[in-house]
């Protein structure tokens, strides 16, 4: 059985950084892709940043571009999101997401919620003005 567990969430001002962590199990993080997504009250979940975690192919939202980044270790079968320079529209529950299917290799797939399988409980990121 597949579990991902998000941490690290919490409450920053504007300019801060968080580090969210997503330990595996059931699932070898090596193998394929994982990502990170979220969803802010009202809106549809998004992706935010997503990694071939056998190669180190990244792939980021327009939005976060250049604030975040994703990385993995792989001994500790655990996939990080550093956030810097955080601002107030970046509030919302992350998700961590593994298991990628497709249907094909476009930035727009690798973005797309409906496009991986497995997904941990969420962990909350509050930035405040």
């Known amino acids: 059985q597949v579990q991902l567990v998000e941490s690290g969430g919490g409450s920053v001002q504007a300019g801060g950084s968080l580090r969210l962590s997503c330990e595996a199990s059931g699932y070898t993080v090596s193998s394929n892709y994982a990502g990170w997504f979220r969803q802010a009250p009202g809106k549809e979940r998004e992706g935010v940043a997503v990694?071939?975690?056998?190669?180190?192919?990244?792939y980021y939202a327009d939005s976060v571009q250049g604030r975040f980044t994703i990385s993995q270790d792989n001994a500790k079968n655990t996939v990080y999101l550093q956030m810097n320079s955080l601002k107030p529209e970046d509030t919302a529950m992350y998700y961590c997401?593994?298991?990628?299917?497709?249907?094909?290799?476009?930035?727009?797939?690798?973005?797309?919620?409906?496009?991986?399988?497995?997904w941990g409980q969420g962990t909350q990121v509050t930035v405040s003005s």
């Open positions: 997401a593994a298991g990628f299917r497709g249907p094909d290799y476009r930035r727009s797939t690798f973005l797309s919620p409906a496009a991986f399988s497995h």
């Open positions: 990694i071939r975690t056998g190669g180190g192919i990244t």
